[in-house]
Nanobody, 114 residues
Framework: QVQLVESGGGLVQPGGSLRLSCAAS??????MGWYRQAPGKQRELVAT????????NYADSVKGRFTISRDNTKSTVDLQMNSLKSEDTAVYYC?????????WGKGTLVTVSS
């Protein structure tokens, strides 16, 4: 059973930056991603990264502002978020797709507000 633990959320002003990190309890050599869920909205994809880190995919709303990366030696996946906007406010979840089985962390809250 893989466990995912997110960290790094918090309160930041518009235009600021945050770095989220996801630590896995075991090997994560598979596709991983970050999703988010804003109040009253459905969970949506933010970014994904392939097992080797060679390919990434981003939601249009975060392209050019967010960067996903991973370190398989440390079993971590990070999300660098720059130029944050109020609409980025959400709970951010780490996701692992391991042989078709989806694993989720409990999420970390990001609040963008002045």
């Amino acid at each position: 059973q893989v466990q995912l633990v997110e960290s790094g959320g918090g309160l930041v002003q518009p235009g600021g930056s945050l770095r989220l990190s996801c630590a896995a309890s075991g090997s994560i050599f598979s596709v991983m991603g970050w999703y988010r869920q804003a109040p009253g909205k459905q969970r949506e994809l933010v970014a994904t990264i392939t097992s080797s880190g060679g390919s990434t995919n981003y939601a249009d709303s975060v392209k050019g502002r967010f960067t996903i990366s991973r370190d398989n030696t440390k079993s971590t996946v990070d999300l660098q978020m720059n130029s944050l906007k109020s609409e980025d406010t959400a709970v951010y979840y780490c996701n692992l797709n391991l042989f078709g089985v989806l694993y989720w962390g409990k999420g970390t809250l990001v609040t963008v507000s002045s």
